[in-house]
């Protein structure tokens, strides 16, 4: 039970200063508190503290050196797919920089996969896609539509029979979840973009990459229209 506690503590720590550093509160060049001073702050033995900064080093989040302390490296050296990271990210959502570049990696990735999977799909995988888009029509309410969506597009992937864009799939799987629930929530009607996954999955179905691949693109644009707009609609307001 100790051991258990003693590890909590120091995911807890871990959380803490990551969630600090990644939101901005504690900015690139900046030190952080001397160790004595963080320790006592946190209420955690030093060595606690210790192996806690090893796992934000080991993300690219800080460094350490023996004179000047722990200080907060440029964000170009964090390690920015690591699962943690993305979640600190996902927390401090939106913020404009963030989502842009979430929106790039999609138009990059989705709608190659869309293409492949409209030549490589099974039709076990095509069923699954059909089932998530199915939830997707069916959902009541906005986390059940976020849940659908993010399977829908875990299944398009999945048919793109490629393991590589699978395992990069799954590491942004937490953004992608955010993304989606953001974009849900800033349109009128949470499930404005069903005819555009509709699209996709019949282009996949008739095995049309192209199609497909517009398919996927034109919802991805889609998104990205409706989340800044509605984000220049609420600055107008202001």
């Keep these: 039970m100790r051991q258990i506690a003693v590890r909590n503590l120091h995911n807890q720590v871990i959380q803490e200063i990551g969630r600090l550093i990644v939101s901005g509160e504690i900015k690139p060049g900046e030190l952080l508190p001397r160790e004595e001073a963080l320790a006592q702050r946190m209420a955690v033995s030093r060595t606690a503290l210790r192996e806690a900064l090893k796992v934000l080093g ?35 959502m939106p913020t404009e920089d963030f989502v842009e570049k979430l929106v790039e990696m999609r138009e990059i990735i989705e709608p190659a996969a869309a293409a492949a999977a409209a030549r490589k799909r099974t039709p076990e995988q095509l069923a699954r896609i059909k089932a998530a888009y199915e939830a997707m029509a069916a959902a009541q309410d906005l ?46 009607d949470f499930k404005y ?46």
């Design 58 to 92: 080991s993300k690219g989040l800080i460094e350490t050196k023996q004179k000047t302390g722990s200080r907060v490296r440029d964000t170009r050296y964090w390690n920015q797919l690591d699962a943690d990271i993305l979640a600190w990210r996902c927390a401090s």
């Design 143 to 188: 986390d059940a539509w976020a849940k659908a969506d993010l399977e829908f597009h875990e299944c398009v992937l999945d048919a793109a029979n490629n393991e590589l864009m699978g395992s990069l799939f799954s590491v942004i799987d937490t953004a992608l979840g955010a993304y989606f629930i953001l974009s849900a929530k800033t349109a009128v």
């Design 193 to 238: 973009s069903l005819p555009r996954h509709f699209a996709v999955y019949d282009a996949i179905r008739l095995k049309r990459p192209e199609q497909a691949r517009e398919a996927m693109h034109g919802m991805i644009v889609d998104s990205r229209a409706n989340i800044k707009g509605r984000g220049r609609a609420r600055k107008a307001a202001r």
